[in-house]
């Protein structure tokens, strides 16, 4: 099994690097999706660990510097204990927003971006077998910087929200719609 996902990763990278287009130019559009690794800060770095989620995402380029973005994911923040209470939480951030080319070439490289957008958060305190939950939804600004490479695209953002924010590493497979 361990050969056979090897191989697979093998080829999905091999076959992203030379089959490579650019997502930069003006209607040019992309989908892809990935992995969130998220660093909680400020009240939720109090209460919660760290934070993992599945993520999908659009992009529609304005011109050779400019892009749209979009996406929609899930974050689950792992069990924390805090004066005998379990704490966790979770959290579907729908965001939209832009990215500069910062390379200025048509080709991928650095790229800074900003989000702005919902998170829709959802949390759980238990103690001695009783559960209290709670909703809310938060509105919330992310800068960030990233770079693409083939069809990868890594970035970090902080996403700000007031003492609810937290740092967000994420990495991408994007395929370039024609």
Known sequence: MKRFLA???????VTSLVSAQSTW??????????LELSLPTGDL???VGVGVGPFAKFQYGINEDIALIG????????????NSYDWTASAVPLLVGA???????????FYGFAEIGFYFFSTSRSYGGYTI???????????GVGYEFGNFDASLKY???GDVSDFAVRI????PLR
């Open 7 to 13: 191989v697979v990763i093998a080829v999905v990278v």
């Open 25 to 34: 130019g003006q209607g040019l559009k992309a989908w892809g999706g990935g």
């Open 45 to 47: 770095g109090n209460v």
């Open 71 to 82: 996406s929609l994911g899930y974050t689950y923040w792992t069990k924390k204990t805090v």
């Open 99 to 109: 990215k500069y080319n910062l390379s200025k070439q048509v080709t991928p490289g």
């Open 133 to 143: 939950s709670g909703s809310a939804t938060d509105f919330v600004i992310a800068p």
């Open 159 to 161: 996403v700000i929200n």
């Open 172 to 175: 991408a497979y994007q395929v």
